[in-house]
């Protein structure tokens, strides 16, 4: 139990463009999610924090009109990385937690964007 | 949170146990240390926490020194599919107060190289 998916698993889009990425809790409902970056070889960066039906907490330094999070449903959240650059190339990973099991944290397996 | 320091790399033969350190000197009272490991190119796994006592569930073991300074994570049969960074990090109780206590900040973490 305790599964959350991303889409796509991989994306390569032109500068300028915009780019939606999806995470969703297939079993649970999911009380918190979170948004994660990560460069080559390095470690895990928080982006924001987002509960349904409410605006996303972001971390300082992440632009929130760049990154744009859409928290609908208990069991959806979504990253647009708007007029994205090739900087924005990563790897980025949503995960979420559940009121029943709030010391875990379930992690997505990741979408790589590749941003030409 | 408290910072958490970890060795850079850890090397395991296969079917050891592998044990593997971390220091949270600043540790306070209601902290918990969670353990969490990272495949690469997929998203984190939750592995254990603990408190005070010491834990054991079907992935691994958790030793909390009694002082709480720094704990172990022990694998006990470490196979090639273990290979992967290990993250140790030390965050309050997320039933304390609101969502900012699900937060998880991430170090660097020990690559673990499991060989045949």
Known sequence: ????????????????????????????????????RQFPKQSLMLMATSNEGSKA????????DKFLINHASLTLSTL???????EDSSFYICSATTSGRAHEQFFGPGTRLTVL | DAKTTQPPSMDCAEGRAANLPC??????????????????????????HGLK???????????????????????????LRDTAVYYCI??????????SN???????????????
């Open chain 1, 1 to 36: 139990g305790a599964v959350v998916s991303q889409h796509p698993s991989w994306v390569i889009c032109k500068s300028g463009t915009s780019v939606k990425i999806e995470c969703r809790s297939l079993d649970f409902q999911a009380t918190t999610m979170f948004w994660y």
């Open chain 1, 57 to 64: 907490t972001y971390e300082q330094g992440v632009e929130k």
């Open chain 1, 80 to 86: 647009t990385v708007t007029s994205a650059h090739p």
């Open chain 2, 23 to 48: 220091n949270h000197s600043t540790i306070s009272g209601n902290e918990y240390v969670y353990w969490y490991r990272q495949i690469h190119s997929q998203g984190p796994q939750y592995i254990i």
């Open chain 2, 53 to 79: 006592n010491n834990e054991t569930n079907e992935m691994a073991s958790l030793i909390i020194t009694e002082d709480r300074k720094s704990s172990t994570l022990i694998l006990p049969h470490a196979t």
């Open chain 2, 90 to 99: 030390v965050r309050d109780d997320p039933l304390n107060s609101g969502g």
């Open chain 2, 102 to 116: 699900y937060k998880l900040t991430f170090g660097k973490g020990t690559l673990l190289t499991v060989n045949p």
